[in-house]
């Protein structure tokens, strides 16, 4: 009995531990709106509103695949750079990127995306347009990381911090 009890404490907590996050950190003075779509199968999750007074952390169930785009108060809710996450991704890896694919032109929404711990590889770019971020449907340039928790930096400023060079 006492064993049954303590196996499935200890799965629970397996589980717990593996929420895959993503931290969204607004580098200038507006608040924003971001917008969560599941690929099918995939659960919805709730609209959330960050500034730069926090940052937000939101959690995904596991093995969540789909974007998010982030939308200025004030401003029409379309979709614009896009944060791409695939927690499900091989070998447990977690796939991600900034995609211009859907509006190349939303430059102070959705910049940055890197792994928590690691801050290695790091998609988007500082200043758009550059290089790092996936332009095109066979554009190459999908990170993956074994981390679960990612940092996505919103709208224009300085992170203050120095990444590796992309390849
Ligand atoms: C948000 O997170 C970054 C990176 O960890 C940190 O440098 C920054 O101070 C945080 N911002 C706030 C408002 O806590
Ligand atoms: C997520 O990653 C896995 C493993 O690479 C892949 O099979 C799957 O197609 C990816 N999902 C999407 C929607 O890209």
Known sequence: MHFATSALAFVASA???????V??????????????????????IDPVTVNGEKNTTVEFPDRWVGNFYAV???????PGMLGEVNFSGWNGLTYFDVSA?????????VKQMWPKGSLNPMSGCDVFP?????WLPDDVQTKTTNECDIITTLGSGSTGLSF????
């Open 130 to 134: 550059c290089n790092n971020a996936y």
């Open 72 to 78: 200025q108060d004030g401003q029409a809710n379309t």
């Open 101 to 109: 694919i859907v509006n190349p032109n939303d430059h102070d929404n």
């Open 164 to 167: 590796a060079e992309q390849t």
């Open 15 to 21: 589980v717990a531990v593996k929420a895959a996050t």
């Open 23 to 44: 931290t969204f950190w607004t580098l200038d003075d507006a608040q924003r709106t971001v917008h969560f779509t599941g690929n099918p199968g995939c659960a919805q």
